[in-house]
């Protein structure tokens, strides 16, 4: 394993790796290494020295950090100003079993986003700009650090979601936005699963700016009858009562209040962290929702982003079924947790139309063209 | 300005191209003089050309058909959707097709369950709204072209507007994107759940100025309306005070849905143009608009007023939705009123951090002297996006080449202090040259890898965005003469 404290011992690196044609895996905290297609036995390159906030600005809106920085680490600095990241990061390590540290560039590049993702989008809406080095060994800037710009390609977007496969990233710079003072979690118990959605997208579609709306069947949450619609809402007092009263208007049902903050626990997999099987996230347009949760009949699940995301687990047979119903559902069935053998046969996608995946490659090869970095994995 | 040389050869085939565009589109071509000169130009109307020809495709069929054509024939394609771009996006080539998108201009589905809706490319920013707006829903991007302006041309430019801070651009806009590739190819980039199952092509996609295929379908998001928006108006005695204000606001924690920015300048010329109520002798004003549920919006007010009061300011807030008309009237009307003072103007945008305004406006003041040329300034100070207004007459010698100067050490500026060339008009043709201004010679390398991957022939919209290297006259902006805009209907800014 080889260890880069700087970006010029990335470079350095990038560069021996390209002179001998041989391709590695990037690790930064290490928790999100064994999801998409398995690297083998690759030579590691570790860049979890390249951590720490660089420059934070509350009145700007946005923070500059090495890729490495702990997710931890972010949420408290900007706690500090009251304020939190664009989005919201999911860390899937207990979902994992992983003794690692959740990183920044670890949650974008993953495109890891918990609930409040419906609030402020994932990291492609907030990662403004960043430097990395290609794949011939050159560091380059994509984006900006202003909060608005259109001054050329939108590279920033490519680098969310990419797993690695592009770029090894040496610095960030993320918009941020004010946290609210207070939430409220609101529970609709002992609704059906289509009344549960039914009720998610009513107060989806209007003005409260939720931060969380999710539905969860009897056998993932106790004491709720048949199951519970979970909606949160955030703000200073006076208006967050105000959301509480409009929200029990809208649906008309009574709702109980819940102490504890059950979103970050579904935004990070945890639910599933101890079932056995294989984990999936089911990416669908959200009034797919009680359909699809019927035809996946499995018998742990929980849809998040008021039905726009299922979670679900299943035994490793199940994998070609799933992947059907999400295609026929016009959606993407990611395979998040399974075994290597499971993620080697399945992908993390399913195979995307030829002229699409045509594309990928050249823009992969635009950026790599030796495909040096996690090749495969995406 | 200078675009890659015509291709004379192309040119001479023209006949032979414009039958085989009417065998694709038999009654959307357009080949003669009169009717190729409505294409001639965009809002960047310093710059004119006469396309080779002109097609109008009413269909994805159409389009894939044309772009096939054009790849297998190494014919250039110029894409255009309502011809808005300030940054000459659009602006045709003697030796390309130019693909016109206005006839695509079909709402195919409202889906409110799922707040989205999907549109051909030719249908106008604000008709989205529109087809919306009984049931109390809207699309947030808002240039001040929407009237006019496509949600075509606002993918490919990223558009922004006046409620960027909080509700993003375009980009943060959009589930999907049909778009067809160089050679014809038909790829679909997300769609209603958002996920594309691979790299996050639709993110750059977005703002790619028409560099990397013709979209055919878009699907966007709506919002639905929030039910209060109350508006203020803040004056201070220093810009510096402005400044900090903004800043205090933002470090509150208040997130306004518009944060407007007019130094004295632009204040009184538009006070004098259409009298919309701001307060005289103010070195600088803020107009700022809170939106939301009630009790979320009386927070914000609140918030604001105090902020402003610790910060040296008044507030005045509107009482009415007339009121609230008004002083917004005047502030769109910023380009108009300036056009009072001078017969000339040209608009820059640039993006700064927020706590380079004060030195950015002194450092302007010189350059102002420098140049011999007056300037004002209007800014949305929520996101730092700056529109500096340069007046001149061009019948003075030499005062076009001077104003054009001014501009470009402007931008300049802006890169110095940490920002951008452009917030929201794009690079085209108009920023092209001071691309190396903001970027590096690798960082230029790998956005052009990333068009090659799209486009190897280098087909589309050849000459926009990526700067040649024997090019240096910097020269475009927006360059209006006699106060009249292209569009002059059109509010800007």
Redesign the interface.
């Known amino acids: 394993m080889s260890k880069a404290d700087s970006p010029a011992q990335v470079v350095e690196f990038v560069r021996a790796a390209r002179a001998g044609k041989a391709p590695f895996e990037i690790v930064a905290g290490g928790t999100r290494r064994n999801v998409g297609a398995p690297l083998g036995d690759l030579p590691l390159l570790d860049v979890s020295g390249l951590s720490g906030i660089l420059k934070y600005?509350?009145?700007?809106?946005i923070v500059t950090a090495q890729p490495a920085t702990p997710l931890a680490e972010i949420a408290a600095v900007l706690a500090e100003?009251?304020?939190r990241l664009g989005f919201d990061p999911a860390d899937w390590s207990k979902l994992l079993k992983s003794n690692g540290v959740a990183t920044l560039a670890g949650a974008a590049s993953c495109?890891a986003s918990g609930s409040g993702r419906l609030r402020h989008?994932g990291p492609?809406?907030s990662l403004l700009g960043f430097e990395a080095v290609?794949g011939l060994g050159?560091?380059?800037?994509?984006g900006?650090?202003?909060?608005?710009?259109?001054?050329?390609?939108?590279?920033?977007?490519?680098m969310?979601?990419?797993y690695g496969t592009?770029s090894v990233l040496t610095e960030m710079t993320f918009r941020v936005?004010?946290?609210p003072q207070y939430a409220a979690i609101l529970c609709l118990a002992d609704v059906t699963v289509e009344d549960g959605f039914a009720a998610l997208?009513r107060i989806?579609?209007?003005?409260?700016?939720p931060a969380g709306l999710a539905y969860l069947p009897a056998r993932m949450m106790a004491d709720v009858g048949q199951g519970a619609a979970l909606i949160k809402l955030e703000?200073?007092r006076?208006?967050l009562?105000?959301?509480i009263a409009?929200a029990h208007g809208l649906l008309g049902q009574a709702m109980h209040r819940i102490e504890e903050d059950i979103f970050p626990t579904i935004g990070n997999g945890e639910k599933f962290a101890d079932l056995t099987g294989d984990v999936w996230r089911v990416?669908?347009?959200?009034?797919d929702a009680p359909r699809v949760a019927k035809d996946l009949n499995v018998s742990h699940w929980l849809g998040d982003w008021a039905g726009?995301l299922i979670w679900l687990a299943a035994a490793p047979s199940e994998a070609a079924r799933i992947r059907k119903i999400a295609a026929d559902?016009?959606?993407?069935a990611?395979l998040l947790r399974a075994s290597a053998e499971s993620r080697a046969l399945h992908g993390l996608?399913?195979p995307?139309?030829p002229?699409?995946?045509a594309?990928?490659r050249?823009?992969?090869?635009?950026?790599d063209p030796l495909s040096l970095f996690n090749p495969g994995r995406? | 300005m200078l675009l890659p040389p015509t291709d004379s050869k192309i040119v001479a085939r023209r006949a032979e191209i414009v039958a085989a565009l009417k065998e694709i589109v038999p009654d959307g071509v357009v080949a003669d003089p009169s009717g190729l000169a409505t294409f001639d130009t965009d809002a960047l109307s310093a710059y004119h050309q006469m396309p080779l020809v002109c097609v109008l495709p009413s269909n994805r069929e159409q389009v894939s058909a044309i772009l096939k054509y054009a790849g297998a024939e190494g014919v250039p394609i110029v894409p255009r959707g309502a011809g808005t771009s300030l940054s000459g996006g659009a602006l045709p080539r003697e030796d390309g097709i130019l693909i016109g998108m206005g006839r695509m201009k079909r709402i195919l589905e409202i889906?409110?369950?799922?707040?989205c809706v999907v549109v051909e490319p030719g249908v106008t920013n604000l008709n989205i709204t529109k087809a919306v707006e009984a049931n109390g829903?809207y699309y947030a991007p808002d240039p001040s072209s929407q009237v006019a302006c496509t949600i075509g041309g606002n993918v490919a430019?990223?558009s922004?507007g006046l409620h960027?801070?909080k509700y993003?651009?375009t980009?943060?806009n959009l589930l999907g994107v049909t778009m067809v590739?160089p050679g014809g190819?038909?790829?679909?980039?997300g769609?209603?759940?958002?996920?594309?199952?691979?790299?996050?092509?639709?993110?750059?996609v977005?703002?790619?100025e028409g560099l990397l295929g013709v979209v055919v379908e878009v699907v966007v998001k709506i919002l639905?309306?929030?039910?209060v928006t109350r508006t203020l108006l803040a004056s201070f005695d220093s810009v510096p005070a402005a400044g900090a204000c903004v800043?205090?606001i933002?470090?509150?924690?208040?997130?306004p849905a518009a944060m407007e920015f007019m130094d004295r300048p632009a204040a009184e010329a538009i006070e004098s143009y259409n009298q919309p109520g701001y307060p005289p002798g103010a070195e600088a004003i803020l107009i700022i608009d809170a939106d939301?549920?009630?009790?979320?919006v009386?927070?914000a007010v609140s918030r604001v007023i105090d902020i402003v009061a610790k910060c040296g300011g008044q507030t005045v807030e509107a009482t009415d939705e007339k009121q609230r008309a008004r002083i917004w009237s005047g502030r769109k009307a910023a380009f108009a009123a300036m056009g009072k003072l001078a017969p000339d103007m040209i608009c820059m945008d640039g993006?700064?951090?927020?706590?380079a305004l004060p030195s950015v406006l002194e450092e302007m003041a010189k350059l102002s002297q420098k140049h011999g040329l007056g300037f004002c300034n209007v800014f949305?100070a929520g996101?730092?996006?700056l529109h500096p207004l340069i007046i001149f007459d061009t019948m003075k010698p030499g005062e076009f080449e001077r104003a054009e100067a001014f501009g470009a050490d402007i931008l300049r500026l802006c890169v110095k202090v940490?920002?951008?060339?452009?917030?929201?008009?794009?690079?085209g043709i108009e920023?092209r040259d001071l691309?190396t201004e903001?970027?590096?010679e690798?960082?230029?390398?790998?956005?052009h890898?990333?068009?090659?991957?799209?486009d190897g022939q280098g087909l589309f919209n050849p000459g926009k965005?990526f700067p040649t290297l024997s090019a240096c006259v910097e020269q475009g902006h927006i360059h209006v003469h006699g106060a009249q805009l292209p569009h002059p209907h059109l509010p800007r800014f």
């Open positions: 600005e509350p009145e700007e809106l100003k009251n304020q495109d989008g492609r809406d290609n050159e560091s380059f800037r994509g900006s650090k202003v909060v608005k710009n259109v001054t050329g390609f939108d590279l920033p977007k490519l969310c979601g990419a592009l936005y004010p946290k997208r989806a579609r209007s003005a409260l700016e703000g200073a006076e208006p009562e105000q959301k409009l990416m669908i347009a959200p009034s726009g559902a016009k959606g993407q990611m996608y399913a995307q139309p002229s699409l995946a594309l990928n050249a823009v992969k090869a635009a950026f995406l | 889906d409110y369950e799922n707040g829903f430019e990223n922004g960027c801070l993003g651009l980009t943060n590739l190819e038909i790829v679909t980039l769609g209603k759940s958002g996920a594309q199952g691979g790299l996050d092509l639709l993110g750059l977005t703002g790619s639905r309306k929030a039910p800043a205090a933002i470090a509150d924690g208040v997130v939301g549920v009630e009790a979320d009386s927070h993006s700064i951090p927020r706590h949305h996101d730092g996006n940490g920002g951008v060339l452009s917030g929201e008009h794009g690079v920023k691309m903001q970027f590096t690798s960082d230029l390398e790998q956005q890898r990333v068009k090659c991957a799209f965005v």
